[in-house]
């Protein structure tokens, strides 16, 4: 079946860094774009990044650009967020999630997302 | 960016009964509008896709309505497992973004 278990959370300082990661497996990783949604403690989702099956494209949401990466090995099928310059409205579960994928005229547009992990939760604090 | 609205914050329901959520949206997102389901502790599920589609698994008590600004989510009959916070979501431009969330409770 299809599984993403995130990993690589912890307690870090403000300004450091941290690298998620999140092991894919049930199904053609290479094949799917992947997403990071992240939930701040009581709030709603929000998404973070996303990047193309083949890694060919990225877009972030404006709150991480310029100090998150999102990468991926699909030889490994992983997913990763590089995550620098952290700060306090930074502390959030992290998920990492698929995205369902519409196929038109033989591309694959993203959609939703349809599998989640369990996530795993930051904490930027002094 | 596409600013999603929903409406009730919380909903309370008896067991059994209809419930019915709304979400709107700043713009036009044609159908292209996920619903999903979160309980405490757990990660957000997918119920809905397309503004109307099930996704796999889902029950047939849940559907889903609208297009263009305004949609829906429809619980037929309240089961125990249903009460959680449910999310809408427009993917029909980047930022990809939520609405707030509505809570489902027992009445």
């Known amino acids: 079946q299809v599984q993403v278990v995130e990993s690589g959370g912890g307690v870090v300082q403000p300004g450091r860094s941290l690298r998620l990661s999140c092991a894919a497996s049930g199904f053609s990783f290479s094949n799917y774009a992947m997403y990071w949604v992240r939930q701040a403690p009581g709030k709603g989702l929000e998404w973070v990044a996303i990047?193309?099956?083949?890694?060919?494209?990225?877009y972030y949401a404006d709150s991480v650009k310029g100090r998150f990466t999102i990468s991926r090995d699909n030889s490994k099928n992983t997913l990763y967020l590089q995550m620098n310059s952290l700060r306090a409205e930074d502390t959030a579960v992290y998920y990492c999630?698929?995205?369902?994928?519409?196929?038109?005229?033989?591309?694959?547009?993203?959609?939703?997302?349809?599998?989640w992990g369990q996530g795993t939760l930051v904490t930027v604090s002094s | 960016e596409i600013v999603m609205t929903q409406s009730p914050a919380t909903l309370s329901v008896s067991p059994g009964e209809r419930a019915t959520l709304s979400c709107r949206a700043s713009q036009s997102v044609s159908i292209n509008l996920g619903w999903y389901q979160q309980k405490p502790g757990q990660a957000p599920r997918l119920l809905i896709y397309g503004a109307s589609t099930r996704a796999t698994g889902i029950p047939a008590r849940f559907s889903g309505s609208g297009s263009g600004t305004e949609f829906t989510l429809t619980i037929s009959s309240l089961q125990s497992e249903d009460f959680a916070v449910y999310y809408c979501?427009?993917?029909?431009?980047?930022?990809?973004?939520f609405g707030q969330g509505t809570k489902v409770e027992i009445k």
């Open positions: 999630a698929r995205d369902r994928g519409l196929k038109v005229r033989g591309i694959i547009i993203p959609t939703c997302f349809d599998y």
């Open positions: 979501q427009q993917y029909n431009d980047w930022p990809r973004t």
């Open positions: 990047i193309w099956h083949d890694g060919s494209k990225t």
